[in-house]
């Protein structure tokens, strides 16, 4: 018998999109559930990457896809990329149908640019799905809500007794739904299984250009030595070549971007604000993979391994709120960028809404450098200038435990596993 469903915060936002988009697109990394998601609401399933029909499906694709899309509705097409085809017999489809909710697509990587020749625009509506927030997998109580802080709420309530040994073996089991269903220890044996996969073998997959094991292992050992950091290409391959042979900034742009097409690393956008002065701001993203379990498992990570190095864990669990945060601000409208400037005045994340509100955001583990986090999401409150934008919603310290509340200066101090959308 199949696992019991667990909610997804993006159910709401496919249920809204099949209601008045002809198809939605699902698409994340391989293994963050968007299968299992799609089938809870199609009324027929397609999996093309089925061993026993693969090959006809994929000479069907490029003969006669329309005889794969027969099936009630909305019907499920899933890993589509495997034959680029398809979207554009969706698309046809749908305007021939001109009725909504007629397909669900799902992919985790994406196909060349060139074997598309629509973007599907009004046709498609394209979904991120990543792997499950500590809400999802019921590791916060959801007492906060980022939804309530943009409405205006002047007061927070909510506790978290988290451990640093919990949060350790959250970062490294990570938000796969397999892993959360699992046990304590094959939750991590799964992570494991699922990096040598992708090491392995997936990653030729992306664009059919056969990749070698070594580097992307070294690559993935380099981005996880940089997670969190501005480090630029340059750097991430003189790291690689301490320990293979001398290879090209052109090899490891190639690398890196099979990885994003595979929706493993996720780069954080820096935010360009309207400042008050001519203040520099830093453009460089910062480096995340979708998931902070990723560089764990590369790096062989134990969970102790992370509570001995302060500073180590402290890197992790920033992603850690990244990922969520991601989550979160997908399903109020919003995205998350980092903000630095040339004076090193920063803030981890920044929460922009589509409407203009925004929130700016510090992640601290220890409660003991809460102020100095405060301090600085004041000082970037001043410097953004508010006659061209809005002021900020909130300004919000993530901590690892502890209460929620709200400081004298109007800075909210929020647990991560509090938090919700």
């Known amino acids: ?40 609401r199609a009324s027929s399933v397609l999996l093309m990457q089925n061993p026993s029909s693969i090959k006809v499906n994929l000479n069907l694709a490029e003969t006669d896809p329309s005889k794969l899309l027969e099936g009630d509705i909305p019907r499920l097409i899933d890993e589509w990329q495997l034959a680029p085809s398809m979207w554009d017999a969706v698309r046809y489809e749908v305007d021939e149908r001109g009725k909504p909710g007629q397909f669900i697509l799902t992919g985790s990587s994406l196909p060349p640019e060139s074997s598309v020749r629509h973007s599907g625009a009004g046709r498609i509506f394209r979904i991120t799905m990543r792997p499950m927030s500590l809400y999802e997998s019921k590791e916060s109580n959801g007492s906060v809500s980022f939804r309530e802080l943009f409405d205006g709420a002047i007061d927070v309530r909510g506790n978290s007794e988290m451990t640093l040994d919990e949060l350790s073996f959250l970062i490294i089991r990570g938000g796969w739904p397999s892993s959360v269903l699992a046990s304590k220890e094959y939750g991590i044996d799964n992570v494991q299984m699922y990096i040598e996969n992708n090491i392995q073998s997936e990653l030729s997959i992306v664009d059919g250009i ?157 409660n003991e450098r809460v102020d100095l986090a405060a301090r600085n999401l004041l000082k970037l409150k001043e410097k953004v200038d508010c006659d061209k934008m809005n002021a900020p919603s909130f300004l919000l310290v993530i901590t690892s435990s502890g209460y929620a509340y709200r400081r004298e200066d109007g800075v909210f101090v929020v647990p991560i596993g509090c938090l919700k959308h």
């Open 1 to 40: 018998m199949a696992d019991a469903y667990i909610e997804r915060i993006v159910d709401a936002q496919i249920e809204r999109s099949l209601r008045s988009t002809g198809a939605v697109l699902i698409e994340g990394a391989k293994w963050c559930g968007k299968t299992r998601t799609a089938k809870e």
């Open 210 to 366: 056969r990749r070698n094991p070594i580097i992307v292992r070294e690559l993935l050992r380099s981005l996880s030595r940089n997670m969190s950091s501005m480090a630029t290409l340059t750097t991430i391959r003189a790291d690689m070549t301490g320990q293979i042979e001398s290879i090209s900034d052109k090899t490891v742009n190639s690398y890196i971007n099979a990885l994003r097409q595979s929706f493993v690393i996720e780069d954080l956008a820096a935010w360009n604000p309207s400042l008050r002065s001519k203040t520099t701001i830093r453009g460089t993203p910062k480096r995340y993979f979708v998931d902070p379990s990723i560089a764990t498992a590369v790096m062989r990570t134990a969970p102790e391994d992370l509570i001995s190095d302060f500073n180590t864990f402290g890197l992790f669990f920033e992603a850690l709120c990244i990922r969520d945060l991601r989550v979160y601000a997908q399903a109020i409208d919003g995205d998350v960028f980092h903000y630095r400037d040339r004076n090193d005045l920063e803030a981890d994340a920044i929460i922009h809404l589509r409407n203009g509100k925004w929130g700016a955001i510090e992640i601290k583990v220890g």
